[in-house]
């Protein structure tokens, strides 16, 4: 017969003594299973006692965490956090230097537990911190458990930043300053600054006027410290009003930051880990909304200013035709050449430009490709001009349409998400990567319309066409611009049409009633092929990041599903894993059959209790929580929608529910597909005897091993 859900068997050790195996009933007051655990080995005094877990973290047990307690967990007793946060602190200020140090190292294991951090902080430990960095007596490791003290103190939220006074700004500024400073000072002072820009406004102003851009550009050669300074520069370019983020992109620029990150870290020898290509992604979202003003901006038809820059289009355009004297003449052959320009308002092109977005970065655009390009500009607009009408690209047209749809593809003007890792190594490999990008893509579409022989009507399909294209193209992550011309090359309209046609091959190729009754048949067996597939996913298991308020300093964690299927298995990790985790590392289990239900989205406990989260649209698609009894959740973030896909099947699939994801329905609809062309091959190559057959067997099916890779 188990055991009451409220029962839970621990071991609970001592120094020195034998560990306790005993029955921990979680509906008695904790503060009496203390003293009942010191009474056991004749400890006077519970109330200076508490009970921490062994493994992992080994954060403090309170009545409010309790309940995540397993069974065949061991615990320690040790001195309450308290008792803990008053010695240190009174060793943290002592006078041997070898005393302190240790206080020191222990201090900065214990604030990243909440419980103990409480305490320490309302004894105004932070405060004393706060001190003995102003002193500048501290060096090498001592200074560096100092900081990773006093970050892990704050991460907690419970202080405000504003509080931080300016002298320990200008001191952990001086550390970031200082040519010759130890790697981990350097970490951890980085890290310091960046929670001060993003947690507030007012510390912002002080920092930057601390911290020059030169200084944090100078870091990047340092492979140790990269992500840190690529993290404080985001975090500065975000904060920064408006008017100063141009200010501080030309800054950037003058620097060369572009070029290094290409060269250190981008091209660098070591490969790019999840954290940096955040950093990265984040950078390029930035940059990219620098152009929200420009693309939300309108056209002025009145300014003259404005107006001369289309005068100078169709100046480029037919450089060589003499305006005609008369206002009347000039007045129609401007209207004509704004035709051959491809403008829809003919008579006041400055029309074209009213529409928001891309209001004037269309026309930015237009300019940047007619300088830099001329020749290119010249033969896509006089191509067009010598053809038929009804065959005719409009350049205007399409490049205002085009700037447009680049917007939403790069998202230009939305925040970065916390979540994603999706940079583009070929936007830092030219000071104008939008321009350059542009020029590519107006080429394409110029090709595309040529390929599709479209006419006026077809110009929704023909971007539709390149929209796909483009998106596709990205996808496959070129290096430079140069490979994403050979990417496009390679996508032209007859392969897009190729490539439609095989992903939707099921529907349009299989819908006679015997082959739909093939595809019945065998549908069965590749669901059960796929879903062998996912729970052996989870038995590899995979890694997940514990999103906080610190992307760096985060933990890891690790679970993956018994080979058996029988137990899910996870436990924290200091960093991100090289392959598989040996099931022995993984201190924490909980039975499949304790499993009552899988959730996902805004209905999971952690995406309800984070605000912050629950505002970030790709963070919630991410999510999912696994319920179990008695009242209990694991929840997850997936690292991408593969991982989301995989994980959210293999667990339904582990539960006998169907299997929904997207991922399944590719999968299901490419392996029906591959299946049923094998066995309608098989039956084209079938000989018809002359003799009446023999009664045949029962065929067997096709059997394949799917690797989704």
Request: hydrophobic share 40%; with cysteine.
């Amino acid at each position: 017969m188990p055991p009451p859900a409220d029962i839970v068997k621990v071991a609970i050790e001592w120094p020195g003594a034998n560990a306790q195996l005993i029955e921990m009933d979680q509906k008695r007051p904790l503060s009496s299973i203390i003293r009942e655990v010191c009474d056991g080995w004749s400890l006077s005094g519970s109330e200076q006692f508490a009970l921490r877990y062994a493994d992992g973290p080994q954060l403090y047990i309170t009545e409010q965490s309790r309940g995540e307690i397993k069974n065949g967990t061991i615990l320690r007793l040790a001195i309450s956090p308290a008792r803990a946060a008053r010695q240190l602190l009174e060793r943290i200020q002592s006078h041997g230097i070898d005393a302190r140090l240790e206080a020191l190292k222990e201090l900065a294991k214990l604030s990243a537990d909440p419980t103990f951090a409480t305490e320490f902080i309302n004894m105004e430990g932070i405060a004393t911190l706060a001190r003995l960095v102003e002193s500048g007596t501290h060096f090498g490791e001592m200074l560096a458990f100092t900081l990773t003290a006093f970050l892990e103190l704050m991460d907690h939220g419970i202080v405000s930043w504003d509080l931080i006074s300016l002298s320990f700004i200008k001191q952990i500024a001086g550390y970031v300053n200082q040519p010759m400073v130890d790697v981990s000072i350097l970490q951890r002072s980085l890290a310091i600054l960046e929670s001060m820009v993003l947690n507030s406004h007012s510390l912002y102003h002080r920092v930057a006027q601390e911290i020059t851009v030169g200084q944090l550009i100078g870091h990047l050669s340092n492979q140790e410290i990269q992500t840190y300074a690529i993290a404080l520069i985001n975090a500065l370019f975000l904060k920064a009003p408006e008017d100063r983020r141009q200010e501080m992109a030309s800054t950037l620029a003058q620097k060369h930051l572009r070029s290094i990150i290409l060269n250190h870290v981008i091209r660098g020898n070591r490969p790019i880990k999840a954290e940096m290509a955040h950093q990265l992604y984040v950078l390029q979202v930035l940059t990219f909304n620098l152009l929200e003003e420009r693309m939300m901006t309108k056209m002025d038809p009145n300014d003259q200013a404005q107006r001369d820059i289309i005068f100078e289009l169709r100046r480029i355009a037919f450089d060589g035709e003499n305006d005609p004297t008369g206002t009347e003449k000039r007045k129609a052959m401007y209207t004509k050449d704004y035709k051959m320009l491809g403008f829809t308002n003919h008579v006041n092109p400055a029309m074209d430009f009213t529409q928001t977005p891309p209001g004037m970065l269309a026309l930015d655009n237009m300019l940047y490709l007619a300088k830099v390009h001329q020749d290119t500009y010249i033969r896509i607009v006089l191509e067009n001009s010598s053809r038929e009408d009804k065959h005719e690209c409009p350049f205007g047209r399409c490049a205002i349409e085009l700037t447009r749809m680049l917007c939403e593809i790069l998202q230009v003007g939305e925040l970065p998400n916390e979540g994603c890792n999706d940079y583009h190594p070929m936007f830092f490999t030219h000071d104008r990567a939008w321009e350059e990008f542009f020029c590519v893509c107006i080429q394409l579409l110029n090709k595309t319309w040529k390929e599709m022989r479209a006419t006026a009507e077809d110009f929704n399909k023909v971007m539709q066409v390149v929209r796909e294209q483009i998106t596709r193209a990205l996808a496959m992550k070129p290096a430079s611009i140069d490979q994403l011309k050979n990417k496009l090359r390679g996508l032209n309209y007859s392969e897009i049409l190729r490539l439609r046609q095989s992903e939707r091959m099921s529907q349009d190729d299989f819908q006679s009633p015997p082959i739909i009754e093939l595809r019945e048949r065998i549908q069965p067996e590749i669901l059960e092929l796929i879903k062998q597939q996912r729970l052996n996913r989870l038995c590899e298991g995979s890694c997940f990041r514990k999103l906080g308020n610190r992307r760096r300093q985060e933990k890891f964690w690790f679970c993956r599903l018994s080979l058996n299927h029988k137990v899910l298995h996870y436990g924290d990790l200091d960093e991100s894993p090289q392959g598989e985790v040996p099931f022995e590392l993984l201190s924490d289990k909980i039975p499949v059959s304790d499993i009552k239900s899988v959730v996902t989205g805004k209905d999971c406990p952690h995406m309800k209790e984070k605000s912050a989260l629950k505002q970030n649209k790709e963070v919630l698609e991410l999510a999912f929580s696994v319920l179990y009894d008695p009242d209990e959740t694991l929840n997850f973030v997936a690292p991408n929608k593969y991982e989301y896909c995989i994980w959210t099947d293999g667990l339904c699939a582990l539960l006998g529910r169907e299997m929904v994801s997207d991922l399944t329905r590719s999968d299901l609809d490419t392996l029906i597909s591959m299946e049923m062309k094998l066995r309608l091959l098989d039956l084209e190559n079938i000989t018809i005897p002359e003799a009446p057959p023999p009664v045949p067997k029962e065929p067997s099916s096709y059997n394949f091993t799917y690797n989704y890779s």
